[in-house]
């Protein structure tokens, strides 16, 4: 499996495009024996057919697949630009990952990357960046925050009879944590929960949060607000997109009328309902048949498809059992891994679903760009 080490970062880089940064990764290529001469116009070439700009201030520039037979060796070039360098488009990157890959090596890279290219700071810490070691610390991701939920903020059966008291309490547990300080409490408090159906209500707040996490209390006795039955409050303490996997999973719960799941007798029950990955609408699996999976280019085809319709799309890779992602995201469509003759199974509900399938099938069975 092809790896970031700091030995692959250098430091100290400048640029005044993007080309001219690119140039000097093809170069710095070369000199590492990873590839031949010719390499770099590869690399200008892919770039001119679709930015490899990623997000969070990373590019990974790398060359065609007509110049992969210039590949000596798989291997990466890292360059920091502590300036950062205008990749168009209005992105600033400060971290230019120049990948030679013989074949589809370079998807593990990829998948390293998903997690940073959706946190927040991330691009603040690779512009202040002040070693090798602290560039692949934020790469491998060790500052950053993991959701938080676990038995000790779920409380099931409480004796409460208003939504204040509900909030307190599980603001309290959330406190006890070490997740969220005073601010958060005070801006929960002064702020309504929202109802969301089936006796669930929502309360959120990014004031105050030191690590993303949630809560839930489940009332013994359901009452009214507002003329709305009261059963169940889920509060989140809202830090980057952490939380965003467990809310779509709740909004199929809701879909389906099944938050019923979340009324269970025991905190377990309460977290599987909340992280257990549930389907709903249109399903079909393709098979993709590019010659070296889904790499940037034709994943980012496919990504293309999927945002021109307004249903939600999922997709899974069957043949290594990777989990659901959004469709519609191509940093976690690439992270997939996907190669050569592996099945995806792609999930689509809205008003236009089927032919948001119809349309992903049609696009893979041209290529997805590649012919």
Not at 2 to 20: C, F, M, R, V, W
Not at 320 to 335: C, E, G, R, W, Y
Request: no cysteine.
């Amino acid at each position: 499996m092809l790896e970031l080490t700091s030995n692959d970062i250098l430091l100290g880089k400048y640029a005044t495009t993007k080309q001219e940064a690119i140039k000097g990764i093809g170069r710095d290529l070369v000199t590492k024996g990873l590839v031949a001469e010719g390499y770099e116009t590869g690399m200008l070439a892919r770039e001119a057919q679709n930015s490899t700009f990623l997000g969070n201030g990373i590019a990974i520039p790398h060359g065609t697949t007509d110049t992969r037979d210039l590949v000596n060796k798989t291997g990466v070039q890292i360059h920091h630009f502590a300036e950062g360098v205008d990749w168009e488009g209005g992105n600033t990157v400060y971290l230019a990952i120049g990948i030679a890959a013989k074949s589809d090596e370079h998807l593990d890279i990829l998948k390293q990357l998903t997690h940073v290219l959706s946190a927040d700071g991330v691009e603040h810490a690779l512009k202040n960046a002040a070693s090798a070691n602290d560039v692949l610390a934020i790469l491998n991701g060790d500052n950053q925050k993991k959701l938080f939920l676990d038995d000790s903020v779920i409380t099931i059966d409480f004796p409460a009879a208003d939504v204040i008291s509900m909030l307190a309490v599980s603001a309290g547990k959330l406190k006890n944590a070490k997740t969220i300080n005073d601010a958060f409490i005070t801006d929960l408090l002064t702020n309504s929960a929202t109802y969301l159906g089936q006796g669930l209500w929502l309360a959120s707040s990014a004031s105050g949060v030191i690590q993303p996490a949630l809560s839930f209390i489940s009332v013994e006795t359901p009452f009214e607000l507002d003329g709305k039955p009261v059963k169940g409050l889920l509060t989140v303490a809202v830090l980057g997109a952490e939380h965003v996997e467990i809310m779509n999973n709740l909004s199929v719960l809701l879909f389906n009328t099944n938050v019923a799941d979340l009324y269970a007798k025991s905190s377990s029950d309460v977290i599987k309902a909340l992280t257990e990955l549930r389907q709903v609408g249109i399903n079909k699996t393709y098979k993709i048949k590019n010659a070296h999976g889904l790499h940037a280019r034709p994943g980012a085809m496919l990504v293309s498809v999927a945002k021109k319709y307004e249903s939600q799309i999922w997709v899974s890779n069957v043949s290594t059992d990777a989990k659901q992602v959004n469709a519609k995201s191509l940093i976690k469509v690439i992270a997939l891994g996907v190669k050569h003759g592996h099945e995806l199974e792609f999930t689509a509900d809205g008003i236009d679903a089927q032919q948001a399938i119809d349309a992903i099938g049609e696009a893979i069975s041209n290529g997805l760009g590649e012919g």
